[in-house]
């Protein structure tokens, strides 16, 4: 019975990847660490820094699969003419995405150039417009697939002739998504931010069945998200986070919330900790630590949706480090959030 289970799970994983490939696209559960790809208007949107570069990785269903998804962000951008506009920046950014979908058969290639314009509004509040323009690749091997109608009772047949033919297994495209952020900052101890951002707004064509139907253009993406950054007291810092998204008919809700403890009196050391859920599919556990303006996050996917009985309750495990800093040394530029 366990083996038939995992039979139909086999099935159902190769269908979907036919079927509905051309409407997934790749997620973090630590979206916040994840900058660039949430809003491009996060491109220099940085309260606490100048500039920040960082890496992200992604395991996701290895207790289920042979060959787990495996997800690869790198990304970095920057604050530039700050001296040279009036209360306002502009911020230049850049991320690469690599994604492998099981035993290497579906595998994705994106890089995208961002640029944000930051203007202040008063001594309190900022306000931010965004857009990133990129290429993306997508690319499949139809000979390490089985499909249903390959399936002789007991076991996949490779041998037997499959109904699906796929007319391309490599196909590439431009991408464009846009964005606004707002923040407000009343005290030095009190930091509200909240964005909205709309990916795939030309909605290309990403198919490798029928290219030219309009079915196959990727459905546009929303995404919406509010944090706070919360000074409690010297030693702690608080940070609230809700996050959804909506694409074609899938949503996505995380809430939750991670806090820093203050570890050696000026910030240089810190103890990071929070946990988060994804409504209706996992309870996501992180903890970290902060060095020298170098932060090292890991955080796992608990699943406690019916997959869990697939996969034991083992979703995705998730590493990200990220590294934050000041041009020149020494500077004095006031951060606009909480800070040790």
């Not at 920040?52 to 997800?71: D, E, F, L, V």
């Not at 009190?190 to 079915?215: C, K, M, W």
Request: aromatic share 14%; charged share 15%.
């Amino acid at each position: 019975m366990r083996n038939l289970k995992y039979i139909l799970v086999l099935i159902t994983y190769n269908v979907l990847l036919i079927t509905c490939l051309h409407g997934q696209d790749l997620h973090f559960s630590q979206f916040f660490n994840s900058p660039l790809t949430t809003n491009p208007a996060n491109t220099g949107f940085i309260p606490d820094a100048d500039y920040r570069i960082g890496a992200h990785y992604r395991n996701q269903y290895s207790s289920i699969m042979a060959t787990p998804y495996k997800t690869i962000s790198i990304y970095g951008d920057a604050q530039v003419f700050r001296d040279k506009l009036e209360n306002g920046w502009l911020g230049l950014g850049g991320v690469i995405l690599r994604d492998v979908a099981g035993s290497g058969s579906l595998t994705s290639t994106k890089a995208y150039a961002s640029v944000a314009y930051h203007q202040m509004l008063g001594n309190s509040s900022l306000l931010t417009a965004g857009f990133n323009v990129g290429w993306a690749n997508k690319r499949i091997d139809q000979t390490k697939l089985k499909f249903p109608d390959q399936f002789d009772g007991k076991f996949f047949d490779t041998n037997i002739p499959t109904s699906v033919v796929l007319t391309n297994n490599n196909v590439s495209y431009f991408d464009i998504q846009v964005g606004m952020n707002y923040a407000y900052f009343p005290t030095e101890n009190i930091y509200i931010n909240a964005g909205y951002s709309i990916q795939h707004v030309n909605r290309p064509l990403e198919s490798f069945l029928d290219a030219s139907a309009d079915t196959t253009r990727i459905a546009m993406r929303h995404i919406g998200f509010l944090n706070a950054i919360l000074k409690v007291n010297d030693n702690i810092i608080i940070n609230p986070n809700a996050y959804f998204t909506t694409q074609a008919k899938a949503s996505e809700l995380v809430i939750g919330m991670n806090g820093a403890y203050n570890l050696s009196g000026d910030g240089q050391k810190q103890l990071i900790g929070g946990l988060y859920y994804r409504l209706g599919d996992a309870i996501v556990p992180m903890i970290g630590f902060e060095l020298n303006n170098v932060r090292f996050t890991f955080s796992y996917d608990v699943t406690t949706s019916s997959l869990h009985n697939f996969n034991g309750y083992r979703g995705a495990s998730e590493f990200n480090i990220m590294k934050k800093g000041f041009y020149g040394v020494g500077s004095d530029r006031q951060t606009l959030c909480p800070s040790f």
